[in-house]
């Protein structure tokens, strides 16, 4: 597995069925990922936000992520 | 007639070694339809923060209506949880839960795993994974430590890290959280100082 850290839009309308979530999370189903930059609700809330997302998968689905064309070059792999 | 104090050394030495100390503790054992607000918890003061209505059956608690959290206070933001979950419909534990609309919520929904801060009455994910298979009846652990929160789903080697957990992060009530279905089942909730 690998570690990396993924630039991705933020989208949701907050609530339990549509919550604020990372457009990573739902462009690559199953993805282990976790906040690493902790955005204020508030800005999230704005509309716009793009935070720093962890991610923690094979090398073919971070292969995917590099390659999709929201994501290519806001990638940076964890050494 | 002071014989018996290096026994006592001895025994404050082993109770030491036992463990961290245990600042909340529920099993459930009641009569069936009994609240857990007129419940008396094995160790702890009693479930009274949040506007869920949950109520014991057969040894476990179970939701039955209004608000998604009820919550007990352990006089320590700082801690670690654990509790059984019969099964993985969506339903789990909180920590620094001040009311229905703010806290941190860990559950499984079938095979995905999810970290929540629900920050007044937004629900913003911060960690999610995916489980091997669903895991049916689990156990959730949770360790909040500051503003670091770690999830995890017993046995499976399945772990949720959220490192800026600001939100409510000195208030001390912790307990269960409930989604919309009626039902779910909470069994051995524990919540201990850290180890």
């Not at chain 1, 930059?37 to 094979?58: R, S, Y």
């Not at chain 2, 007639?1 to 054992?29: C, E, H, I, R």
């Not at chain 2, 960690?127 to 652990?141: F, M, R, V, Y």
Request: contains cysteine; proline residues 4%.
């Amino acid at each position: 597995m690998t570690q990396a850290i993924v630039q991705s839009p933020w989208i949701g309308m907050g609530s339990r069925q549509n919550p604020y979530r990372p457009q990573l999370h739902d462009d690559f189903p199953g993805l282990k990922w976790s906040d690493a930059t902790g955005l204020p609700v508030a800005q999230i809330a704005q509309g716009g936000a793009v935070g720093n997302i962890q991610v923690t998968c094979t090398d073919a689905v971070l292969n995917a992520i590099k390659a999709h064309p929201r994501y290519s070059g806001h990638v940076v792999v964890m050494v | 007639m002071y014989g018996t104090l290096p026994a006592l050394t001895g025994l404050s030495g082993m109770l030491d070694v036992a463990g961290p100390t245990v600042l909340l503790l529920d099993n459930f054992t009641d009569a069936d339809a009994t609240l857990l607000t007129d419940h008396t918890m094995d160790i702890g003061p009693g479930w009274s923060v949040g506007s869920g209505v949950f109520e014991i059956q057969s040894g476990q608690a179970t939701w039955d209506s209004g608000g998604r959290f009820l919550a007990a206070d352990a006089g320590n933001a700082d801690v670690d949880l654990q509790c059984h979950l019969g099964d993985s419909s969506s339903y789990g534990v909180v920590v620094r839960c001040t009311d229905d609309d703010n806290g941190w919520v860990v559950y499984v929904e079938a095979i995905q795993f999810y970290l929540f801060e629900i920050n007044g009455g937004s629900f913003v994910v911060r960690a999610a994974d995916t489980l091997d298979s669903d895991p049916g009846a689990h156990t959730l652990e949770l360790q909040a430590d500051g503003a670091s929160i770690v999830a995890t789903v017993a046995g499976t080697g399945h772990s949720l890290l959220y490192a800026f957990a600001a939100l409510n992060q000195t208030v001390t009530t912790h307990g269960l959280y409930s989604t919309t279905a009626v039902g779910g089942h909470w069994d051995n909730f524990l919540v201990t100082e850290l180890a």
